[in-house]
């Protein structure tokens, strides 16, 4: 057994009181920065949490990146990566309904206590699917472990409520209509298109949906986007 390290006794990395966002860079570059820090700074807010910086650091000034910037009660913080999610699948990517809850206080933000998240994306990752959803208590759709549900339902486009509201599914709908409401785990089999909408890979086309003793197939056709927050990383960029 080794002792704790100093650097991490603080309630930030011990407990979760922190809030973030991850956000995508191009040619250094912060996509769709304000929306992400309009939303990062109610979260602080509502943590009790400084306001975050608004100066960005310098970025990589070549390609795709992203990038997370992260408030705890020290300040703001930042990290950098590339972004590099591999060839485009054009099939579209299988979802799985995962038995993963979300917190109910935290569920509509973005704060350092992620385990939720954390342990759907596994189990995605365990049945070979491409994103885990989670639900809430009272069984309902919520949320995605790295990216925001969209769902065509009746022939509308629906938003599942309870869950991080999602700025690249944002900036996806704006011009279009959408409805958010609650949407029942018993409605999944109805949806006739879906998406899942991040900053790490856009807006991508769901082909099939698994729950337990279930599943959809779904037609998988790429929206016609050429916005560079919006478009799988590694397409050749538009102007």
């Known amino acids: 057994m080794r002792p704790l390290p100093p650097g991490v006794q603080a309630p930030a990395w011990l407990l979760g009181e922190s809030a973030f966002t991850t956000l995508r860079t191009w040619n250094g570059a912060a996509l769709l920065w304000e929306a992400h820090l309009a939303r990062l700074r109610g979260t602080c807010a509502w943590l009790g949490l400084p306001d975050p910086d608004e100066a960005l650091p310098p970025l990589d000034r070549t390609g795709w990146g992203l990038l997370r910037v992260t408030v705890t009660a020290e300040g703001t913080f930042h990290s950098w990566r590339p ?19 979300v917190h109910p206080q935290l569920a509509a933000h973005k704060t350092g206590s992620s385990l939720p998240y954390l342990l759907a994306g596994r189990a995605a990752a365990a049945a070979g699917a491409f994103e885990g959803w989670l639900t809430d208590g009272a069984g309902h759709l919520v949320d995605g472990s790295r990216t925001a549900p969209l769902l065509e339902l009746d022939g509308r486009l629906v ?29 999944l089999p109805r949806v006739s298109r879906a998406w899942v909408c991040g900053s790490g890979v856009g807006v991508v086309p769901v082909r099939r949906i698994e729950g337990e003793g279930w599943s959809v197939d779904l037609p998988a056709e790429w929206p016609a986007v050429t916005d560079r927050a919006l478009v799988w990383p590694g397409e050749a960029a538009r102007p």
């Open 159 to 187: 938003v599942p409520s309870g869950g991080l509201p999602g700025v690249t599914r944002a900036a996806f709908l704006a011009g279009r209509a959408a409805e958010t409401r609650p949407v029942g785990v018993a409605e």
């Open 83 to 101: 972004l590099a999610p591999g060839p485009r699948p054009a099939g579209g990517v299988a979802v799985q309904l995962t038995g993963i809850q």
